[in-house]
């Protein structure tokens, strides 16, 4: 079981970036899906999940409304889209990978809940 994060780098402010989480050796639509950012500095946070809210989406409330997440079940990727970013969006973003969860509380935002992670990709923003 592998995860990969990829798509950072070097980003303006303003800009977008789509960052993608590739599998192998398991089937992604099986698992909820998530992402974490850790800054330079800083403690790891979370930033959204899939299959993990009733099943559905999930997002910091931080950055609600400037990510998306969403999954293509063909090519077994996940994707992160962040809109107008800031320096404050510099970190390494990894994705991790664990039991779905149907309920509808915000336990998939929980970084303990994943037992698999990627290597992370570095995400800086900066004119």
């Known amino acids: 079981v592998q995860l990969q994060a990829s798509g950072g780098g070097l980003v303006q402010p303003g800009g977008s970036l789509r960052l993608s989480c590739a599998a192998s050796g398991f089937n992604l639509d099986d698992y909820g899906i998530a992402w974490f950012r850790q800054a330079p500095g800083k403690e790891r946070e979370a930033v959204a999940c899939?299959?993990?809210?009733?099943?559905?989406?999930d997002y910091a409330d931080p950055l609600k409304g400037r990510v998306t997440v969403s999954r293509d079940n063909v090519k077994n990727n996940v994707y992160l889209q962040i809109h107008s970013m800031t320096p404050e969006d510099t970190a390494v973003y990894f994705c991790?990978?664990?039991?779905?969860?149907?309920?509808?509380?915000?336990?998939?935002?929980?970084?303990?809940?994943?037992?698999?992670w990627g290597q992370g990709t570095l995400v800086t923003v900066s004119s």
């Open positions: 899939i299959k993990c809210r009733g099943g559905g989406a």
């Open positions: 991790a990978a664990g039991p779905p969860n149907y309920f509808t509380d915000s336990a998939g935002l929980r970084p303990d809940r994943y037992g698999y």
